[in-house]
């Protein structure tokens, strides 16, 4: 399936359905009377976010979606009937903006989460309405109310509870598939992950949605290789595996590249808890890991963990530092090890 995480779409409730004129014509009845009923209401335009959903792709095929508008009314003080809704079935996740693509017009963070979005017009009042003392035979009556309509954009942010960051070939799709059921591209060549992907994975009693972005290289806030444009997808991640690949020439520099996009796009993404992890060691010795772990944590001023996805050295240490850094209050304990002293980290 094609991914697809923008798409601009026109919407219209509908139109309501005109009041009736009518009078009663019954045998035996001397006095007849007007008795034309209200029309119906036009029908909402309705937002609704389901789950298996991950893409916007249907949105680029269909674009235009109209309520229908309300039945008109008829005699013997009949309300015609009211439009159908119309809704419109969004991945969880999507954001509805208004057209400057800034204004934040709907939000939807949960399944089953449900938004009337635009009203459809109330239905026009039936000549028995205007009946009056003075007024006992009216034919005037209301047309019915027109519907809204705008033009939306459906942006897409994916919700994790990890983001996977770092430049490209730092090893995240290979992080990502060796820890989850994701089936990520893997190459030796950068940008091999072309849209984001989720994973779900399953440790020590917990489970969690990984998401791994495309690789960011220097200038991506200006355009440059894939862009920025898919860090939306780790706005609402609480946490973030920072990756960097250890045969980097300056692991330091790598770490300092990265972030300066983070920050350079905002959003408060520097702002979030994070886990630096010197990815690729199962080619390097013991004294080199330690030497560019040490290089690494001055960059970073936080701890690094060595680590080989290829590998699944260290995999298990990244994965119990995310379970505590996602719940600090309540941090996961392996009862198999209950009482015994921690066993200290080694590539051999």
Request: with cysteine; net charge negative; proline share 5%.
């Amino acid at each position: 399936m094609h991914f697809l995480d923008q798409a601009k779409i026109f919407v219209r409730s509908g139109t309501g359905g005109p009041g009736a004129v009518g009078f009663r014509r019954e045998k035996f009845i001397e006095y007849g009377g007007p008795d034309g009923g209200d029309g119906g209401k036009g029908g909402d335009i309705v937002f609704e976010a389901v789950p298996g959903l991950n893409t916007l792709i249907d949105f680029r095929y269909t674009q235009h979606f109209r309520a229908p508008r309300g039945k008109g009314g008829s005699g013997s003080n009949k309300t015609g009937g009211g439009g159908d809704d119309l809704v419109i079935q969004v991945p969880v996740g999507t954001q509805v903006l208004a057209e400057d693509k800034e204004t934040v017009l709907l939000d939807f963070t949960r399944a089953g989460q449900r938004e009337v979005f635009l009203r459809g017009g109330d239905g026009g009042r039936g000549n028995a309405s205007y009946k009056t003392s003075t007024n006992r035979a009216p034919r005037q009556h209301g047309t019915g109310w027109p519907g809204d309509e705008a033009w939306v954009w459906l942006r897409l942010k994916l919700l994790a509870d990890v983001g996977l960051v770092g430049l490209p070939n730092a090893g995240k799709s290979t992080f990502i598939n060796a820890v989850t059921n994701a089936q990520a591209k893997v190459g030796a060549y950068a940008f091999t992950t072309t849209r984001p992907q989720l994973g779900v994975v399953s440790h020590k009693m917990r489970e969690f949605v990984i998401a791994d972005i495309p690789g960011l290289i220097e200038g991506a806030a200006e355009g440059a290789g894939i862009g920025d444009r898919f860090l939306g997808h780790i706005e609402r991640c609480r946490v973030l595996l920072h990756l960097v690949d250890a045969n980097d020439a300056d692991v330091a520099e790598s770490y300092r590249i990265v972030r300066a996009e983070l920050e350079n796009y905002g959003a408060g993404l520097t702002d979030k808890r994070v886990i630096v992890v010197l990815n690729k060691i199962d080619t390097l010795d013991d004294e080199l890991i330690a030497a560019l772990s040490a290089e690494l944590e001055e960059a970073s001023g936080a701890p690094v963990i060595p680590m080989s996805g290829a590998s699944g050295v260290g995999v298990d240490w990244v994965l119990d530092q995310l379970i505590e850094l996602m719940d600090p209050e309540n941090p996961q304990v392996d009862d198999s090890d209950e009482g015994e002293d921690p066993i200290e980290w080694s590539p051999i």
